[in-house]
């Protein structure tokens, strides 16, 4: 079978890869470059432990009004809010307890291969920056503590791994620079890698193995026969801006839309209906950072992160809904900084530093879509991973894989199926 898969972030690339490692003939279009998009510049975390739907119970009309200030972890810009309505409408109906206990269950089910297919990656040879270091949430309030403590030991520690909790003085001495008098859990069976390097490995190990990757081309379209899509048509920018870019075709047996935000501009035309809104998210990458750090950290009262690389700290967090765009807000910057600087002081002092936003592909009930398309036999789905792409990635490429080319998973995808939104 050969199959177009179209996006080359985190999870089409892992879509290709077990797609080919499953006998599939592989293309990869991407419009940009790979791993260009929301896979550049994220935490990287991978953290089964803290898998999630984003709509949680507890979500009032008071909190709706604190996302419309530019300030807040969670922004909603006001001018968005009228093409949001029914989403947002989709995703309050989703706050509820039910529902966020179906959705950690469904998460955790997925991520019951994640740590397997991560060491089998790099049992492939592929040399991405991987850390087993754990991670800490740390917290100034305990019941908030206690809670995430509960929901920890529901799940089982054969799914998440060991939950230390950390006291001031423990957690203080886990990460001398942190500050602030917090308290701590610490997940010691979750890891982190760089998302750049994971992703230039698992491109060069697919053009290794003779995958035709094709970056540069935006899907503009497809042609089809009956119920079938046949060939993808893709529009190659020219270099002078006043001509016209020329048109190619891919044919395919099968497709696969992993564009991530974009997947529903995608799926238009083919009649498919994907709730997907691009949540942006911003980081901080600080070479040579003058702070110490063990391990990723979620600072959870200022609602931000910090991970730890080869050489460099990176500081993560917010949450903004503004449409498709890449435009990058200054005072969402600042938010990071401001939490930096009180909580762990040298991280955005280094020898460089990059700010970076990206697009989150966030569905109303906060689960990803993997699966067919509905009306389409050989349209598959893969988006919809909020802040969970690079932990999903490798669970979502294999289950793809499977279903596609066995006609099921070993991986229960029911929660997942795109058809859920028609």
């Known amino acids: 079978?050969?199959?177009?898969?179209?996006?080359?972030?985190?999870?089409?690339?892992?879509?290709?890869?077990?797609?080919?490692?499953?006998?599939?003939?592989?293309?990869?279009?991407?419009?940009?470059?790979?791993?260009?998009?929301?896979s550049k510049g994220n935490g990287g975390w991978v953290c089964p432990s803290i898998s999630r739907p984003l709509p949680a119970p507890g979500l009032t009309l008071t909190s709706l009004r604190w996302m419309l200030r530019s300030d807040s972890p969670l922004y909603i810009k006001p001018s968005a809010m009228p093409r949001l309505m029914g989403w947002l409408w989709a995703f309050r109906r989703h706050c509820n307890a039910e529902s966020y206990r179906a959705g950690v269950a469904a998460l955790a089910a997925l991520n019951a291969a994640t740590d397997r297919l991560y060491r089998g990656l790099a049992q492939e040879g592929m040399a991405f920056e991987r850390a087993e270091s754990g991670t800490i949430l740390a917290y100034d309030d305990e019941r908030e503590l206690e809670q995430t403590k509960a929901l920890l030991a529901r799940l089982g520690e054969e799914r998440v791994g060991p939950v230390e909790v950390l006291d001031r003085e423990a957690l203080a001495?886990?990460?001398?620079?942190?500050?602030?008098?917090?308290?701590?859990?610490?997940?010691?069976g979750d890891t982190h890698v760089r998302p750049e390097s994971l992703c230039a490995q698992l491109a060069a190990s697919l053009e290794a193995r003779g995958v035709e990757i094709r970056t540069g081309e935006r899907v503009v379209g497809f042609t089809g026969k009956g119920d079938r899509v046949r060939t993808a048509i893709t529009w190659v920018p020219a270099s002078d801006p006043a001509a016209l870019g020329e048109p190619a075709r891919i044919g395919a047996d099968a497709f696969v839309l992993a564009a991530g935000a974009e997947t529903p501009a995608l799926a238009e035309p083919l009649k498919g209906k994907l709730p997907v809104q691009a949540g942006?998210?911003?980081?901080?990458?600080?070479?040579?950072?003058?702070?110490?750090?063990?391990?990723?950290?979620?600072?959870?009262?200022?609602?931000?992160?910090?991970?730890?690389?080869?050489?460099?700290?990176?500081?993560?967090?917010?949450?903004?809904?503004?449409?498709?765009?890449?435009?990058?807000?200054?005072?969402?910057?600042?938010?990071?900084?401001?939490?930096?600087?009180?909580?762990?002081?040298?991280?955005?002092?280094?020898?460089?530093?990059?700010?970076?936003?990206?697009?989150?592909?966030?569905?109303?009930?906060?689960?990803?879509?993997?699966?067919?398309?509905?009306?389409?036999?050989?349209?598959?789905?893969?988006?919809?991973?909020?802040?969970?792409?690079?932990?999903?990635?490798?669970?979502?490429?294999?289950a793809l894989a499977q279903l596609m080319l066995d006609g099921g998973s070993d991986i229960d995808l029911a929660p997942f199926d795109p058809a859920r939104f028609a």
């Open 1 to 38: 079978m050969r199959v177009a898969v179209i996006g080359g972030g985190v999870i089409g690339l892992c879509v290709a890869h077990y797609l080919e490692r499953r006998g599939a003939e592989v293309v990869l279009v991407e419009r940009d470059e790979i791993g260009g998009g929301c």
């Open 173 to 188: 001495e886990a990460e001398p620079h942190l500050r602030g008098g917090l308290i701590g859990l610490r997940m010691r």
């Open 280 to 398: 942006k998210g911003y980081s901080i990458t600080v070479r040579d950072a003058r702070v110490g750090l063990s391990q990723p950290l979620h600072v959870t009262p200022a609602r931000i992160g910090f991970t730890p690389f080869r050489g460099a700290v990176r500081t993560i967090g917010t949450m903004e809904f503004s449409g498709i765009n890449l435009r990058l807000d200054g005072r969402r910057i600042a938010i990071l900084e401001r939490a930096a600087r009180r909580y762990l002081p040298g991280a955005l002092e280094g020898t460089e530093r990059v700010d970076w936003v990206g697009m989150r592909p966030v569905t109303p009930d906060g689960l990803p879509a993997i699966g067919r398309l509905p009306g389409l036999p050989n349209v598959y789905v893969a988006t919809g991973h909020q802040m969970l792409g690079v932990t999903l990635a490798p669970s979502t490429g294999h």
